[in-house]
């Protein structure tokens, strides 16, 4: 809800564990990433990431490859995630950049926040 109290929004104490926010669709999310491609059997090499600042993107909504949009939901924040993505959810046939056509696509992600998106009406 828009109005949970700031403890809430951290995160609710039970048992002494807390309770982490979860990536739904549409929730603000902010992501430290390696991208990895695919070049051929055993060759994959580092094509993008973060360099150590959030990627803030909202989960659901096509900013993202469809692949993140789709590994990333229901992950708790604090957690990590090895999202190992086909071209059909990455750059398909077109490739982009350093990543050629067709290539799988293996992303180590860190998710550091999630916040319901307030922009929705």
């Not at 979860?22 to 973060?50: C, I, Q, Y």
């Not at 469809?66 to 995630?81: S, V």
């Not at 190992?84 to 992600?109: C, D, K, M, N």
Request: charged share 20%.
């Amino acid at each position: 809800t828009g109005s949970a109290s700031p403890r809430a929004r951290r995160g609710l104490g039970l048992a002494g564990r807390a309770v982490r926010p979860t990536a739904l669709a549409p929730h603000r999310t902010g992501v430290k990433f390696e991208g990895m491609a695919s070049h051929g059997p055993g060759d994959w090499r580092v094509f993008d990431d973060n360099k150590g600042r959030q990627l803030h993107f909202t989960l659901g909504r096509g900013e993202v490859l469809a692949g993140w949009d789709a590994g990333l939901l229901g992950m708790r924040c604090g957690g990590t995630r090895r999202l190992i993505v086909p071209p059909s959810l990455g750059y398909g046939a077109r490739g982009a950049g350093p990543v050629p056509p067709e290539a799988t696509l293996v992303f180590e992600v860190r998710l550091l926040n999630v916040q319901p998106d307030l922009t929705q009406h």
